[in-house]
């Protein structure tokens, strides 16, 4: 894996993630399947809200190398 910073998912944001917003669309993804969008400290609460409006189950935590 590279050593280079992850940048957030939030389109048009360049900075540098450091939160894993884990998610899931029931009706489509096996239980024990989850995607993973990365984000900055500014756009954390906007992904984890548009994820929660469509109630899919979501999960933050901060970022590692493991959920990068």
Same mark, same amino acid.
């Given at each position: 894996?590279? *050593?280079?910073?992850?940048?957030?998912?939030?389109?048009?944001?360049? &900075? /540098?993630?450091?939160?894993?917003?884990?998610?899931?669309?029931?009706?489509?993804?096996?239980? &024990?399947?989850?995607?993973?969008? /990365?984000?900055? *400290?500014?756009?954390?609460?906007? @992904?984890?809200?548009? @994820?929660?409006?469509? &109630?899919?189950?979501?999960?933050?935590?901060? @970022?590692?190398?493991?959920?990068?």
């Amino acid at each position: 894996m590279s *050593d280079a910073p992850v940048e957030c998912s939030r389109a048009g944001c360049r &900075d /540098v993630a450091v939160w894993a917003v884990r998610w899931r669309n029931p009706r489509i993804h096996a239980a &024990d399947r989850r995607k993973v969008w /990365v984000a900055c *400290d500014a756009h954390v609460a906007y @992904l984890r809200e548009f @994820l929660a409006a469509r &109630d899919f189950p979501v999960e933050v935590a901060a @970022l590692t190398v493991e959920s990068a």
